[in-house]
């Protein structure tokens, strides 16, 4: 009996911190690494992929033999902790940035980071030591709404450096490279976060950066201001669960970095696609009973899962994420 105990604490213990653990221990069994001072931790997650956390916002990392490819780049504020961290894993160039949207938390390093960088490109007026011809600075990557947003005043938020600017846009469904043994696909988003969102798939690797798409631990940001809606979040998760795989019975499959917090898998976006869509399907019902948003919120539709997500203070309460969800679905 004791013994069947024992194992009942156990599978309890497995259970509570499941998630932790197998945010510490990804695929190729490579244990976190710390920076040191700095704050900024290195997560092996699989093969050349690794994740930054501590940064501001999450960073997705991938190297060999193009240089690095960075998706974003955190605060500004963190930028040369960012650089240390970095450094841990490779001292190779850095050639490409990849930015989900134009926030702060994923834009601010641009400058300081895209500076010690290079691009690859086909003149030869300058050229290292191999014969490769480069230019100065990182190339940045985004969907063009993202550099509208970045290159002039976005309505509270001023112009960004023209140093941190994308210089490399799209305006399609998608776009498509090959860096570092791999195709690394952009997908647009739209009306998601904001309007001018990505996601980017590593697709050898089976890494998916879901930028602010998904935060593990509170209510997504539905930026309504800049383009963003709750049915464009679920319709992005939608699309990122349609892309993974998950591994048999088991933790793992493809592996999903979110905006913020632990590394993840299907099973993390299939919950928290799950939870926002019933929070929407009430909002909705709520709505089509004549309720007023104060009604709504005094309802409180979110009441269940207040306990993960929620928060009443900071940049993004669950009040904030309530109106803007009420908003979203009451526009015409």
Same mark, same amino acid.
Not at 27 to 48: K, M, T
Not at 175 to 194: D, Q
Not at 211 to 238: C, E, K
């Given at each position: 009996?004791?013994?069947?105990?024992?194992?009942?604490?156990?599978?309890a213990? $497995?259970?509570?911190?499941?998630?932790?653990?197998?945010?510490?221990?990804? +695929?190729?069994?490579a244990?976190?690494?710390?920076?040191?001072?700095?704050?900024?931790?290195?997560?092996?997650?699989?093969?050349?992929?690794?994740?930054?956390?501590?940064?501001?916002?999450?960073?997705?990392l991938?190297?060999?033999?193009?240089?690095?490819?960075?998706?974003?780049?955190?605060l500004?504020?963190?930028?040369?902790?960012? /650089?240390? +961290?970095?450094?841990?894993?490779?001292?190779?160039?850095?050639?490409?940035?990849?930015?989900?949207?134009?926030?702060?938390?994923?834009?601010?390093?641009?400058p300081?980071?895209?500076?010690?960088?290079?691009?690859?490109?086909?003149?030869?007026? /300058?050229?290292?030591?191999?014969?490769?011809?480069?230019?100065?600075?990182?190339? $940045?990557i985004s969907?063009?709404?993202v550099?509208?947003?970045?290159?002039?005043?976005?309505?509270?938020?001023? +112009?960004?450096?023209?140093?941190?600017?994308?210089?490399?846009?799209?305006?399609?469904?998608?776009?498509?490279?090959?860096?570092?043994?791999?195709?690394?696909?952009?997908y647009?988003?739209?009306?998601?976060?904001?309007?001018?969102?990505?996601?980017?798939?590593?697709?050898?690797?089976?890494?998916?950066?879901?930028?602010?798409?998904?935060?593990?631990?509170?209510?997504?940001?539905? @930026?309504?201001?800049?383009?963003?809606?709750? *049915?464009?979040?679920?319709?992005?998760?939608?699309?990122? $669960?349609? /892309?993974?795989?998950?591994a048999?019975?088991?933790?793992?499959?493809?592996?999903?970095?979110?905006?913020?917090?632990?590394?993840?898998?299907?099973?993390?976006?299939?919950?928290?696609?799950?939870?926002?869509t019933?929070?929407?399907?009430?909002?909705?019902?709520? $709505?089509?009973?004549?309720?007023?948003?104060?009604?709504?919120?005094? +309802?409180?539709?979110?009441? @269940?899962?207040?306990?993960?997500?929620g *928060?009443?203070?900071?940049?993004?309460?669950?009040?904030?994420?309530?109106?803007?969800?009420?908003?979203?679905?009451?526009?015409?």
């Amino acid at each position: 009996m004791a013994s069947r105990r024992s194992e009942a604490a156990s599978l309890a213990i $497995i259970l509570l911190t499941g998630a932790f653990s197998f945010a510490q221990t990804p +695929a190729n069994g490579a244990p976190p690494s710390d920076s040191g001072a700095s704050g900024v931790h290195v997560l092996p997650v699989r093969a050349n992929v690794y994740m930054l956390l501590g940064t501001g916002g999450n960073i997705t990392l991938q190297t060999g033999t193009d240089g690095l490819v960075l998706v974003n780049t955190g605060l500004a504020e963190m930028a040369d902790q960012t /650089l240390s +961290a970095i450094r841990t894993v490779s001292k190779d160039p850095i050639h490409f940035i990849i930015n989900t949207d134009a926030d702060p938390d994923h834009v601010g390093g641009n400058p300081a980071i895209s500076k010690v960088g290079s691009t690859i490109t086909d003149n030869n007026f /300058l050229s290292d030591i191999a014969g490769s011809s480069v230019m100065p600075g990182a190339k $940045i990557i985004s969907h063009l709404r993202v550099l509208d947003r970045m290159s002039s005043q976005d309505g509270d938020r001023p +112009a960004r450096p023209g140093a941190g600017w994308p210089s490399d846009e799209y305006s399609s469904k998608e776009k498509k490279v090959f860096l570092n043994g791999e195709a690394v696909v952009l997908y647009h988003e739209p009306a998601a976060h904001t309007d001018g969102d990505s996601i980017v798939f590593f697709r050898r690797s089976d890494v998916i950066s879901a930028g602010h798409l998904f935060d593990v631990d509170r209510y997504p940001v539905i @930026d309504l201001q800049r383009g963003g809606s709750i *049915q464009g979040i679920i319709a992005g998760l939608n699309h990122v $669960i349609e /892309l993974a795989v998950p591994a048999d019975k088991q933790e793992g499959g493809t592996y999903i970095v979110p905006g913020h917090g632990r590394l993840c898998d299907q099973a993390d976006i299939v919950e928290y696609q799950t939870m926002l869509t019933i929070i929407r399907d009430r909002v909705q019902d709520m $709505i089509g009973k004549g309720m007023t948003l104060d009604q709504v919120k005094q +309802a409180k539709p979110t009441f @269940d899962y207040d306990i993960h997500y929620g *928060q009443t203070t900071g940049p993004w309460t669950t009040d904030m994420f309530i109106e803007a969800v009420y908003r979203s679905l009451s526009k015409k």
